[in-house]
T-cell receptor, first 111, second 112 residues
Framework: DAGVIQSPRHEVTEMGQEVTLRCKPI?????LFWYRQTMMRGLELLIY????????DSGMPEDRFSAKMPNASFSTLKIQPSEPRDSAVYFC?????????FGQGTRLTVV | SQELEQSPQSLIVQEGKNLTINCTSS?????LYWYKQKYGEGLIFLMM?????EEKSHEKITAKLDEKKQQSSLHITASQPSHAGIYLC????????????FGKGTTLSVSS
């Protein structure tokens, strides 16, 4: 298996633009997580899905953030409109009742 | 509030020296996970501890979970430059399959 695949690896966008981050979990994993990492706040859980259903989205910072998982092999995290304070590395991870496997992350810069 | 506290925040050791990183929870843990991260990259799973008093080792890295399942330590013996990176502890507070909450990490530098 290729592991958790995230795209793009790097994204630079202007403030106010819509940003969509994509994630392909490991086949057979039933849980998917989105995290955000910054120097100040560390690794924060944004939302997680179990069997494609959002279970806990209490970590989503604002209504500007939304996440979907239309099927077991794909998830998106959307920010609309983006702001400079959204600049961070966003990680997707998947698991199947054991440890979580992480993607390489998407480094988002909002200017 | 931060549910997992890691200490120290950063650590510089000389190659060959031993070191310990601690992770403390304010609540009883269902499971405790240790990950390593290199700057700009994803997290690599190291070990998982679930039972009170459990200890696991992999190569020169040993992790322990205390009896009360609220504190874990990661010990590296005879550190090498390849051990440098960010070590993060993650915790599950209920059943398996739920999301991990992470500490802020410990940045380890190993000088040769």
């Amino acid at each position: 298996d290729a592991g958790v695949i995230q795209s793009p690896r790097h994204e630079v966008t202007e403030m106010g633009q819509e940003v969509t981050l994509r994630c392909k979990p490991i086949s057979g994993h039933n849980s998917l997580f989105w995290y955000r990492q910054t120097m100040m706040r560390g690794l924060e859980l944004l939302i997680y899905f179990n069997n494609n259903v959002p279970i806990d989205d209490s970590g989503m910072p604002e209504d500007r953030f939304s996440a979907k998982m239309p099927n077991a092999s794909f998830s998106t995290l959307k920010i609309q409109p983006s702001e400079p304070r959204d600049s961070a590395v966003y990680f997707c991870a998947s698991s199947s009742y054991t440890e979580a496997f992480f993607g390489q992350g998407t480094r988002l810069t909002v200017v | 509030s931060q549910e997992l506290e890691q200490s120290p925040q950063s650590l510089i050791v000389q190659e060959g020296k031993n070191l310990t990183i601690n992770c403390t929870s304010s609540k009883t843990l269902y499971g405790l996970y240790w990950y390593k991260q290199k700057y700009g990259e994803g997290l690599i799973f190291l070990m998982m501890l679930q039972k009170g008093g459990e200890e696991k080792s992999h190569e020169k890295i040993t992790a322990k979970l205390d009896e009360k399942k609220q504190q874990s330590s990661l010990h590296i013996t005879a550190s090498q430059p390849s051990h440098a990176g960010i070590y993060l502890c993650g915790a599950a507070f209920n059943q398996a399959g739920t999301a991990l909450i992470f500490g802020k990490g410990t940045t380890l530098s190993v000088s040769s």
